[in-house]
């Protein structure tokens, strides 16, 4: 039930779901590198794939999300991936909505994001076992973050809808569990064969113009030579 479709929010928490999304895309994407662009597109093939499983839980059903994993390799770059997923899942398969996108993206990346950079440091910094434990805690944090949201944005939409955010906190109970244990073991394996994917990647530095623009009359040149330079 992460993949709110359309017609069922209201418009000021379409709009305001909408307005976090364009402000946290413009900020992830300023922040991003070019040589992350395959991580963050691997990881969000990943996402499109395991969000098109659902399971039903009683009256609902829930799928893998994948956020806190992705907030401790990729922090930000985590919304850009999970836009593209939703796009193309309510594109091709008509899961979600399109004037859901913003809404159902927040509600997913952000808390993968949000604990994300808090723990990964604490990643970096324990052996696999460990960093396993905090990865599936962080994941674990996520859903339920994504459960909460989910459910107020329901909530603020309309008081008919208040029974069923109810109904939606108690179904992701066991997709916290799912989730912090897939993402606890990839989390512990990726420390042991390639630890440098949680490390802190540098932000991009802005080009200097200013220092590459050339010089309008050479030093060398015939002008500069008999002094007939301005």
């Not at 399971?55 to 994948?66: N, Q, R, Y």
């Not at 324990?126 to 994504?146: H, K, S, Y």
């Amino acid at each position: 039930m992460a993949h709110i479709p359309d017609g069922v929010l209201s418009l000021p928490v379409l709009a305001g779901g909408g307005g976090l999304a364009v402000a946290g895309l413009a900020v992830a994407l300023r922040r991003l590198r070019e040589e992350d662009i395959p991580k963050v597109a691997l990881l969000s093939a990943a996402f499109f794939c395991v969000s098109l499983v659902a399971v039903p839980v009683g009256p609902s059903s829930v799928h893998l999300l994948l956020s806190g994993l992705m907030g401790l390799m990729i922090g930000w770059a985590t919304l850009p991936a999970v836009v593209a997923g939703l796009a193309l899942q309510a594109v091709l398969f008509g899961f979600g909505g399109l004037t859901t996108l913003g809404v159902n993206a927040v509600n997913i990346a952000g808390p993968g994001i949000l604990f994300g950079l808090l723990l990964r440091p604490a990643v970096r910094r324990a052996r696999p076992g460990l960093a396993g434990l905090v990865g599936g805690a962080c994941a674990a944090a996520a859903v339920a973050g994504t459960a909460g949201l989910v459910a107020l944005s329901l909530a603020l939409s309309g008081s008919e809808f208040v029974p069923s955010a109810r109904i939606i906190l108690l179904t992701y109970v066991p997709l916290m569990l799912g989730e912090g244990a897939v993402t606890g073991f990839a989390v512990a394996f990726l420390k042991t064969v390639k630890p440098e994917v949680f490390l802190e990647q540098p932000l991009p530095v802005a080009e200097d113009r200013g220092a590459e623009a050339p010089s309008p009359v050479p030093s060398g040149s015939v002008l500069a030579s008999r002094g007939d330079a301005p």
